[in-house]
């Protein structure tokens, strides 16, 4: 929470703020206007806070950093508006966002971390791998400055830019409290998903939290041994213990899982794969969505999507099979803002190309 000296006070959550102000010789009521001058407001200074005294804008400003990510390029698809935000941080590292505007509603993709380490073989963010977890503050402010920019709602948010959440835990949390707290933006929680390639104790742990958010499942291979050759992480964790902890999450939240597949040409895409992938899923006895990705091409790595024919017949096989699937219309593929094309294209620490 402190940088060096300063803390850093968009990362605080509600309590940790009244501590901080306590803590300077200010009074309670105090915590909750700054509060809301951060989060509801989205103020980008402390010298926007004019119903603060001067001489505590003053001590604030001596005591914390405030974060405010700046935008250094905003790239717009040509194919559908989707908007991709590249954020400059104050170490000089490079994140990416991206808005994007369906007919239910806009929603933002943010990144969890710079770089990833979790390298999964198909995704571009996994290339270099991590450079570190972003803070709390870093997290909320993509969808600040996007709202702002934009001047519309944000109505629901997708962690599932570079990163993995669960890989940067506590601030994934306080972000989460942040984000959904009434005196903030005041998303709700059902609009909020967060995806993750499968860290099972992490998965337990959110489950026990109390939320009402989704958790979408990076799952695209229905055996261990298929998965193991996508996703490194498998190693780590085994298919069974990761469906296991879905079912968890089903039932301690009540909540339907998403499962993301993402479709490549002779990889997974197979109707082998589709039957085994019904018999996973069935076995799991929780309430569940298929997500077919069609893989987005990233140039280092030669997976191919497969022709439209085959994810129609994929996703009919599961649906015959029992299982609810949908094909996800990606957005933004000509600005690399989909899927898996999300990249550090800056040299960490500099902010040079
Ligand atoms: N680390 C998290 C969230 C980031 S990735 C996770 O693994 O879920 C967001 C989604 O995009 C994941 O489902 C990921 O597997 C998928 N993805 C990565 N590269 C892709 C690509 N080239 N084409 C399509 N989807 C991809």
Known sequence: ???GQRADIKSMDREELQEFVERLGEKKYRAKQIYEWLHKKQASSFDEMTNLPKSLIAKLKEACVLTVLKSETVQVSKEDGTKKYLFVLSDGNVIESVWMKYKHGNSVCISSQAGCRMGCRFC??????????????EMLDQIYRIGRETGERVSNVVVMGTGEPLDNYENLLRFLRVLTDEDGLHISQRNITVSTCGIVPKMR??????FQITLALSLHAPTQEKRSMLMPVAGTYGLEEVMEACRY????????????????SGVNDSDEDAKQLILLLRGIDAKCHVNLIPINPVRERDFKQ???QS?????????????NATIRREMGQDIDGACGQLRRKYTAGTGEP
């Open 1 to 3: 929470m402190e940088t």
């Open 124 to 137: 571009a963010s996994a290339i270099g791998g991590l450079v570190r977890n972003l803070t709390t503050a």
């Open 205 to 210: 742990m959110l489950a026990d939290e109390n």
């Open 249 to 264: 999450y089903f039932f301690r939240t009540g909540r339907r899982v998403t499962f993301e597949y993402s479709l490549s």
């Open 306 to 308: 497969p022709k439209r």
């Open 311 to 323: 994810v129609l017949q994929f996703q009919k096989k599961l649906q015959e099979g029992g299982i």
